[in-house]
């Protein structure tokens, strides 16, 4: 059951035509004129990316592209996980595992391959229930869970002692192995992470301008944005027909974030992250169904009693790479951890190794030179 197996990815030509059957006979919603994207995702928007993923986008130069990448599969604890593993040209070169959050995946690493990779052997994951890595074969599958599902299959791959690199909730994934194997993980690196305030008044004086603009975007997405973290946490299995049956509703519900989450001066998710590469992300969701189990992750998290208790400050150092969309405040961020670089990027917001590749790969590789 510890076996590593190799894998590439093979779409069938018929599970090909019947997405581009599906999408060219859509039913379309009918909408409120002049909301723009104020009640969700604009239907004539819709409508053209959907045509294009339908008659234009070519998922075979996708599938090769991805498939340049030496893949695998393994099972830990009855669940099937796939991941990427990179070496490097230099022996030398540091093991770093990278963990996504939702609605990514592994695809979104791409734009960074390249660039890291002179500097450390990729481990890149698909976190468990999406993607590969799914659908989820059992209940249980919380942050703690899967971190320690990671650390084995970095022991699997022989390495003794390695970096980490999270984005968004794969960033708490990050940190929690750091509390859990602090002698395996030479430094956690995270962007889009969120942190939260204690219910201790001091923790809001004296922040600055910065800071209260971003605890300001934090009340907002607590208040407005929210929405599909409560259907996630509580219905899970309900919203999971209809995304499972439908490639436009799955991805008018991913599209819905790429445009929330990436930097605000794109008008438009394409404008952040290239369109190509958005369209293999979510065609990786609806061909491996995983738009349920990747919801049932947010139940697992909302149903887990020790998400919100106190835990044990880690001692991994900890790099913080904040794009412009961020809302972590470096107080708040080093009562879980100890923070030994920050950078408030110029640009870029969750997705910012597929959004500003240079810029995210410079600031992992300054980060572990210094560990």
């Not at 053209?48 to 993923?53: D, H, P, S, V």
């Not at 703690?144 to 791959?157: D, N, Y």
């Not at 640009?347 to 910012?352: D, E, I, K, T, V």
């Amino acid at each position: 059951m510890t076996e590593i197996r190799p894998f590439r990815i093979d779409v069938s030509d018929t599970d090909l035509a019947d997405l581009r059957d599906r999408l060219n006979r859509a039913r379309w919603t009918p909408e409120i004129p002049g909301q723009g994207w104020r009640r969700g995702v604009p239907v004539e928007y819709l409508r053209g990316l959907a045509a294009y993923w339908a008659n234009e986008f070519d998922w075979r130069a996708a599938e090769a592209k991805l498939n340049e990448l030496p893949q695998f599969l393994t099972e830990v604890d009855g669940q099937t996980l796939h991941f990427a593993h990179v070496r490097s040209t230099n022996p030398d070169a540091t093991p770093l595992l990278i963990t996504h959050d939702w609605p990514a995946s592994f695809v979104l690493y791409l734009p960074v391959v390249e660039a890291l990779r002179a500097d450390f052997h990729l481990v890149l994951m698909s976190n468990p229930g999406i993607g590969y890595s799914g659908p989820l074969t059992g209940p249980g599958w919380n942050t703690p869970k899967t971190a320690a599902a990671f650390h084995e299959i970095m022991a699997r791959l022989g390495y003794e002692r390695y970096g980490v690199q999270g984005t968004g909730g794969g960033g708490a994934t990050a940190v929690e192995m750091g509390r859990q194997t602090p002698e395996k993980v030479i430094g956690v690196h995270v962007n889009g992470h969120i942190t939260f305030p204690s219910d201790d008044p001091g923790d809001f004086a004296g922040l600055t301008d910065a800071e209260q603009d971003r605890l300001r975007r934090l009340q907002e997405f607590r208040d407005d944005k929210m929405g599909f973290n409560v259907i996630q946490s509580t219905r899970p299995q309900t919203l999971a027909f209809g995304l499972h049956d439908s490639p436009v509703g799955q991805l008018a519900w991913i599209v819905e974030k790429f445009q929330e989450w990436t930097d605000p001066s794109a008008e438009l998710p394409e404008d952040a992250v290239d369109r190509d590469l958005l369209l293999t992300n979510v065609s990786l969701y609806w061909f491996t169904g995983t738009a349920g189990s990747s919801a049932n992750l947010y139940w697992e998290a909302a149903h887990d009693p020790t998400a919100w208790a106190p835990k044990p400050k880690s001692e991994v150092p900890l790099g913080v790479a904040l794009g412009v969309t961020d809302i972590t405040i470096r107080r708040f961020a080093e009562r879980e951890a100890t923070v030994t670089h920050w950078t408030e990027l110029p640009a870029g917001g969750n997705f910012l190794p597929a959004e500003q590749p240079e810029l995210f790969s410079d600031d992992v590789r300054t980060f572990f030179r210094t560990q």
